[in-house]
């Protein structure tokens, strides 16, 4: 296999026809990776990634070709998946408002271009879900967030619509799955790519502890920064340092901070697929 692509957590080799799409053990915030690995976290991501794309399998194709025939070496974390011309956005759908959301919100009363009401704080559930895209940055560099109608000058409207179409479908199918397990899907991360027949597929990962907020719905209260299943937890020790990705090198993560992160990504697969890890 030929390594052709090292993301932020995750690496792509090419083999044969297919890619294998790998997860690591590396965390990243504010698009930055961090020097220390979260133990497990690779397959924890792969497998609740594989158990989204079945479940959501009648609502839109996804990548995946097999979850077994991959290198050894990488089993457990890796998937054998199909090559797609990668559509070069972020598509983020958002139902609460958090995180850059809430930043844009604070600045301008919008996100993305649209208009919200007046009076969302931290944690508020938005009227409906939105979607706020944003650039596809190389690693090291920050994705920027467009409007839509900047994503229909640059696919056209047909595919950019397609895109803003399905990741609000996603979204909310996956939040209604996972309300009924107690989480709140506050927001998130899809990627999509076209196949040889022009089908437009879901690629990378789905609804994770990386690509999304997950929090307790018996816990949520707005006004406030929300307990969460997902890196989080890291996004919030690392300012709670000091440290901003402009001001040096990234900190070693302590190991209980470590330790905290990898059951609450234990818990979100356990909770979301009701299987024991």
Known sequence: ME????????????????????????VSVYDVVLPTEIPEKGALLTALSLWWFQALGDLVPNHVVSADDVPAEFAGRALRVM???????????????????????????????????????????????IYTPTTKAPVGDHDEPVTFDQTVADLGPDLAGQVRDLTLDVYRRGAEI??????????????????????????????????????????????????????QYVRDWAKSTGWKPDTGEAPEIPADIVDATRLRYIEAYERLTGRRW
């Open 3 to 26: 390594l052709i692509y090292q993301g932020k957590v995750r690496d792509l080799y090419a083999d044969g026809d297919d890619l294998i799409i790998v997860a690591s053990n590396r």
């Open 83 to 129: 090559r797609l011309d990668m559509v070069p956005v972020e598509a983020i759908a958002r139902g609460y408002l958090t995180g850059s959301g809430l930043a844009d919100y604070r600045a301008t009363g919008a996100v993305c271009g649209i208009d919200l009401p007046e009076g969302l704080v931290d944690g508020s559930k938005l009227p409906e879900p």
């Open 178 to 231: 996972a309300a009924d397990r107690g989480i709140i899907i506050a927001d998130t991360k899809l990627e999509f790519g076209t196949d040889r027949d022009g089908t437009l597929r879901l690629a990378d990962e789905i609804l994770t502890s990386d690509s999304s907020r997950f929090w307790d719905a018996e816990l949520w209260k707005p006004g406030r920064s929300q307990p969460s299943f997902d890196k």
